[in-house]
């Protein structure tokens, strides 16, 4: 199940990477998003190019989840 939450603007690199690490083990598609960027790039060798911004990476995230 995917919930909404706001992402703390406040947080380090380390509470990033937490946050990131909650959010996956709470299949929270929305969370991973909302940390990153509107731009990012995700990049993974098992993917055959790299994920560009937040629809691509939530798509992603969304079949790993499944």
């Not at 603007?9 to 990477?17: M, Q």
């Not at 909302?34 to 995700?42: G, I, K, M, N």
């Not at 993917?47 to 798509?59: F, K, N, S, T, V």
């Amino acid at each position: 199940m995917t919930t909404s939450s706001a992402v703390p603007a406040d947080l380090d690199a380390r509470g990033v990477i937490g946050e990131l690490f909650r959010a996956f083990n709470d299949h929270d598609v929305d969370r991973i998003v909302a940390l990153h960027s509107d731009h990012a790039v995700w990049e993974d060798p098992s993917l055959p190019g790299p994920l560009i911004g937040h629809g691509a990476i939530a798509e992603h995230v969304r079949a790993i989840f499944r």
